[in-house]
T-cell receptor, first 113, second 111 residues
Framework: QQPVQSPQAVILREGEDAVINCSSS?????VHWYRQKHGEAPVFLMI?????EQKGHDKISASFNEKKQQSSLYLTASQLSYSGTYFC??????????????FGQGTTLQVKP | KAGVTQTPRYLIKTRGQQVTLSCSPI?????VSWYQQTPGQGLQFLFE???????NKGNFPGRFSGRQFSNSRSEMNVSTLELGDSALYLC??????????FGPGTRLTVT
């Protein structure tokens, strides 16, 4: 079952914040976040393995609510380099620690000067 | 460390033909996963190989197959190509916990 991402698209000015949500109807073992720029391969951002886990990377952080089967990606003080399409990839418990990810449809983020 | 490499980068085939794509993972990575990316369907999981065995499979017809060699390199094959198979095919390798690193992809166009 494909997770649902929201919003589908967002336009920001440099310095503004954004939140991207990823919601699944099924139990999750982990949530992965990737960013893909046009014409390039997806790039790994972070993985969240435990319910309630939060991680940060520079000004990008994420949380995972295992009970609600939801994850959110937070982009703070956005930079032009943050532009791209963000994907969440989910792993159900049966596929834990394997290479099987079910990706959401993606959220396109555009940061303008 | 060298990243994931995929060959060829671009491919044009005719309906009914078959195609083989290759993926070399990051050194030391034993898991290789394949994905199909299209504008309409997004990123869809095809299959995963680990230690030369298919460990996971997505919901694709039997025309899509793959294999992995003892050096972890992987190939995927698509037989009897259809127009709808036109897509970017991405492979990703991982070490542990499913954290995946993607190659640049092979752009397949079926005419």
């Amino acid at each position: 079952q494909q997770p649902v991402q929201s919003p589908q698209a967002v336009i920001l000015r440099e310095g503004e914040d954004a939140v991207i949500n990823c919601s699944s109807s099924k139990a999750l073992y982990s949530v992965h976040w990737y960013r893909q720029k046009h014409g390039e391969a997806p790039v790994f951002l972070m993985i969240l393995l435990k319910g309630g886990e939060q991680k940060g990377h520079d000004k990008i952080s994420a949380s995972f609510n295992e009970k609600k089967q939801q994850s959110s990606l937070y982009l703070t003080a956005s930079q032009l380099s943050y532009s791209g399409t963000y994907f969440c990839g989910t792993q159900p418990p049966l596929s834990s620690n394997t290479g099987k990810l079910i990706f959401g449809q993606g959220t396109t983020l555009q940061v303008k000067p | 460390k060298a990243g994931v490499t995929q060959t060829p980068r671009y491919l044009i085939k005719t309906r009914g033909q078959q195609v083989t794509l290759s993926c070399s993972p990051i050194s030391g990575h034993r898991s290789v996963s394949w994905y199909q990316q299209t504008p309409g369907q997004g990123l869809q999981f095809l299959f995963e190989y680990f230690s030369e065995t298919q460990r996971n499979k997505g919901n694709f017809p039997g025309r899509f197959s793959g294999r992995q060699f003892s050096n972890s390199r992987s190939e995927m094959n698509v037989s009897t190509l259809e127009l709808g198979d036109s897509a970017l095919y991405l492979c990703a390798s991982s070490l542990v916990n499913g954290e995946q690193y993607f190659g640049p992809g092979t752009r397949l166009t079926v005419t």
